[in-house]
Structure formats: C-alpha cells, structure tokens
C-alpha cells in the first residue's frame, strides 16, 4: 500500500516560485489499480517522483507498506517497482541484458533473475525479443523492456508513468492485461496517464489532479456521479472545472 499525505513540491525559477505540487493526498491500496488522471502540467509526474523518492516533499510523507520515504528511503525502494516517465534502456546491451543488470543491482542470483526474466517475459510477450540488442527496438519495445527491468524483483507496489504513452493499439492490449494481471496477483498499482479512456479501463479508483492539488476521488463511476455526467471526459472537466483537459 502506498499512502500520500498532505505533499507540497515547489520550484524556484527565474521567473519566481512555481508551486507544482500543493497539500496532495490519497491512498493506494494492495489489489488495486490507483489512477493519478490530469492534464499536462497537473503535478502527475512531480508526484510519482516524491512517491518513489527522486524528489523530496518540502511538506508531507509518503509511506509505502508503512515505512517513511523521508527516514528510510532504501527501504521504500526495495518495495517499489517503478516505470518512470524517462524510460530509455541500455542500447548496447539485449532485453535479457537490461533486465539481468537491474536483476545484479537488486543482489539477486543468477538463477532468481533467470526465473523473473522467464517469468516477465511470458506476462510482456518479450520471446521474440529478449535476446535482441535494444538499439533501434520501437517505442513498445522499450517500454516492454524498461517495465519488465523495474520488476524483475518482484516488487508488491508497481509505479508506472504513462505506461501506454505512444503505444499501438495491439501493444496497449497487451499492456492492459499485463497490468490487470499486477492487480489480481494483489499488488499496489498506480497508474498515471493524461488520456480518459485508458484511465476508464484500466483503474478501480482515480485521483484527479489539476494546479497541483486533488480536485476528486473515487470510481469512475463515482466520479461520473459527483459531476452529473454520463462520460468520464466530461466529468472530468467539470471536475477541474476548466476546458484544458480537452486539450491536454
């Protein structure tokens, strides 16, 4: 379970402070897909990286499985798998590579990384590839490659990034049925995107986030009720009370 409470993330610019993140909070449980939903610029991404330690909260904690990113950060890491939005993969080295490395840098033997690769590699659909240099792999590829890298230790929480973000309709198939997979083995997953329609198929529950804070939470359905609308888009902009999610 990942627990965001009251985060605050600020940056100083040239032009003065940018408040990107402000009094953020909300739940993830085990068994269930968490989407963080929001346009452009919401804070999304700002978040996920206060979430798997990169950035420091100036205010607020994030717990994961009941332990403090801010007093044990090693120790949250170790619980998390994380697909972030930066995503590039050794281009020298083959899928089986990649994920062999990151395999080593967890203290796994060759024998658990071997298993977790087999593993992955059937859930991804990676057998025609995982033997192949990654340079010049498409953008599915990639994304394939980076996933089944952040979970080769079999992390029970699973921070993703926009996992679908380019992806053909046949490769974002596939990837919802891997994440559906993530979710009924019981692991935490929070799933972030800019895009309804993914968000709607994919998540038990969503946050939306719009200027840097949380304007709703709940179901898709929930959601669709507390605005008054029949669809998501529209409750969705209703929600954030502004037109920039059309466009987002």
């Known amino acids: 379970m990942i627990v965001a409470d009251s985060l605050h993330k600020a940056f100083k610019t040239k032009a003065g402070v940018i408040q990107a993140v402000n009094d953020v909070s909300f739940s ?3 068994g269930a897909i968490t989407g963080l939903l929001g346009p452009n610029g919401a804070g999304k991404t700002t978040t996920m990286r206060m979430l ?3 950035m420091t909260p100036d205010q607020g904690r994030v717990s994961v499985d009941g332990v403090d990113s801010t007093t044990d950060p090693t120790g949250v890491r ?3 798998g994380v697909l972030p939005d930066a995503r590039g993969v050794y ?4 899928a089986r590579e990649n994920i062999a490395y990151f395999g080593q840098l967890h203290g796994m033997s060759a024998g658990e990384i071997a298993q977790r690769t087999e593993v992955l590699s059937r859930a991804l659909d990676m057998g025609d590839i995982l033997d192949r240099q990654t340079d010049g792999f498409s953008q599915g590829q990639r994304t394939k490659t980076a996933i089944a890298r952040a979970l080769v230790h079999d992390p029970r929480n699973v921070i993703l990034d926009e996992p679908t973000n380019g992806l ?9 049925r891997f994440l559906h997979g993530l979710r009924d083995e019981g692991r935490c997953v929070i799933f972030s ?4 329609q993914e968000v709607a198929a994919l998540c038990d529950h969503i ?3 719009a200027k840097g804070t949380v304007m709703a939470a709940g179901s898709a359905d929930a959601l669709r009720e507390q605005a008054g609308e029949s669809n998501l ?6 929600l954030i009370g502004s037109e920039e999610g059309l466009h987002a």
């Open 28 to 30: 993830a449980p085990d």
């Open 52 to 54: 798997y330690t990169l």
């Open 78 to 80: 170790r619980r998390l």
């Open 91 to 94: 281009k020298r080295l083959t």
């Open 168 to 176: 053909d309709v046949m490769t974002t198939r596939g990837m919802r």
């Open 193 to 196: 995107s800019h895009i309804m």
């Open 207 to 209: 946050v939306i986030i």
């Open 233 to 238: 888009e529209d409750a969705f902009v209703k």
